[in-house]
């Protein structure tokens, strides 16, 4: 996947910026608060995900802008394609955003045309943050390969917010019974041993990745392990193709813990509290890890699941480096440009020299203004 060309003016700081990127290496340089990072998340937009700074709509017009234009076009395997979204700040609500000349309801619905993966300082928390971090990485990666999974994923926080509720109530002695319950939990349990199954799945996949990865980090000193933790099966491995079956044991789950969830209120067991525990040398990475350590596996993680989707999908994914490079050793930042060479690559850093030479393309950022050279 490669973006030929990208503008935007009015997206936060961005200002009348058109920029041709090189196919492989594109370096971004600047002084801190230029808008590196804004570029970066202008890109990511342009995958149908949501800020991975989580900023709100109304905060990607530029303060002194009355609206945000970013274009993209790009080549994958099969064909250029072309991405336009335009925003006003008189309603922020109504986008105009076309996909190859066709206009497109939702950001969400650009999900799975333009691969990309980004990695930014705060993927840290994938190591040593709480699951729900972990889930995050799990998911997304996973939707990026399977767009139905996102279905599933919403589906099931709308069961178990309806679910979450009548337990509440039944708690208070609204007056609702035990045995309404179940028509939410038949239905958590065939969402959920479905999810369980797609990120179990994506969990042994990437373990693949990240072993042989994570073994060239530490010069074969290390032996990084990761697999998918279940609230709700002991070990899924050998069993995910018997979905109907886990989904009686996730429904049995369900059951048996229906007092504990009055008691708290919620609902304690399911996918929505499972995580991804990833070991090395047997050890928790998230409680025994050093911060080397930890950095490593986010980092092999993040490599997987950009060859993952180059090696399923035959399109490399275009890989956004907001900042990581400085936190890394010269080891690691080679490892890094090493395992990338085959992807187009944009990378922001403060101070070019820390790449050495590199084949592409040197942008200036200053001010919100991009400039080649
Ligand atoms: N909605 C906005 N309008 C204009 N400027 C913005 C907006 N949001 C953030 N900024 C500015 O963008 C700059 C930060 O840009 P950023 O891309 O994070 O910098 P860096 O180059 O350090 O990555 C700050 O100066 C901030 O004030
Ligand atoms: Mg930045």
């Known amino acids: 996947m490669i973006i030929n060309s990208f503008s935007a003016d009015g997206y936060k700081n961005l200002s009348d910026v058109s920029i041709a990127p090189h196919e492989k290496m594109n370096i971004f340089c600047g002084d801190n608060a230029q808008g590196k990072t804004n570029l970066i998340e202008a890109v990511w937009l342009m995958t149908g995900c949501r800020?991975?700074?989580g900023t709100r709509d109304r905060d990607f017009i530029g303060f002194d802008k009355d609206k945000a234009d970013i274009r993209l076009d790009f080549t994958d395997s099969f064909r250029d394609q072309q991405i336009a979204f335009s925003v006003k700040k008189s309603n922020v609500r109504e986008k105009l955003i076309t996909l190859n000349g066709v206009k497109i309801p939702l950001l969400s619905r650009l999900f799975g045309s333009l691969k990309c993966v980004v990695f930014t300082p705060e993927d840290l928390f994938?190591?040593?943050?709480?699951?729900?971090?972990?889930?995050?990485?799990?998911?997304?990666?996973?939707?990026?390969?399977?767009?139905s999974f996102v279905y599933a994923l919403n589906k099931y926080d709308n069961l178990?917010?309806?679910?979450?509720?009548?337990?509440?109530?039944?708690?208070?002695g609204s007056g609702h019974r035990i045995d309404e319950l179940d028509v939410w939990d038949v239905q958590l349990a065939k969402t959920g041993a479905y999810i369980s199954v797609i990120r179990d799945t994506y969990c042994n996949n990437l373990n693949i990745?990240?072993?042989?990865?994570?073994n060239k980090i530490t010069d074969g000193k290390e032996k990084?392990?990761?697999?998918y933790?279940?609230?709700?099966?002991?070990?899924?491995?050998?069993?995910?193709?018997?979905?109907?079956?886990?989904?009686?044991i996730y429904y049995s789950k369900l059951k048996n813990h229906v007092n504990d969830d009055l008691r708290a209120g919620y609902t304690l067991h399911g996918v929505h509290r499972d995580d991804v525990i990833a070991t090395i040398n047997?050890?928790?990475?998230?409680?025994?890890?050093?911060?080397?350590?930890?950095?490593?596996?986010v980092l092999a993680m993040k490599l997987a699941q950009a060859k993952i989707i180059r090696d399923q999908t035959g399109d490399a994914p275009v890989m956004l480096l907001d900042d990581v490079l400085s936190e890394l050793d010269t080891a690691r930042q080679r490892f890094i440009l090493e395992n990338i060479d085959d992807m187009q690559v944009f990378i922001t850093c403060c101070d070019s020299?820390?790449?050495?030479?590199?084949k592409g393309k040197i942008f200036r950022v200053s001010g919100g203004k991009i400039l080649e050279g």
Do not use: C, W
């Open 229 to 248: 933790q279940s609230t709700i099966y002991r070990k899924l491995e050998g069993r995910t193709d018997h979905e109907g079956e886990l989904a009686e």
């Open 209 to 214: 990745y990240t072993d042989s990865l994570y």
């Open 160 to 172: 178990l917010g309806q679910r979450n509720a009548l337990i509440k109530e039944i708690a208070f």
């Open 282 to 297: 047997g050890l928790s990475a998230r409680e025994f890890g050093s911060q080397g350590q930890q950095r490593s596996t």
């Open 51 to 53: 800020s991975f700074r």
């Open 126 to 147: 994938i190591a040593k943050g709480s699951p729900d971090n972990r889930r995050s990485f799990i998911d997304l990666s996973a939707s990026q390969l399977k767009k």
């Open 224 to 227: 990084m392990q990761l697999y």
């Open 353 to 358: 020299r820390v790449l050495g030479d590199v």
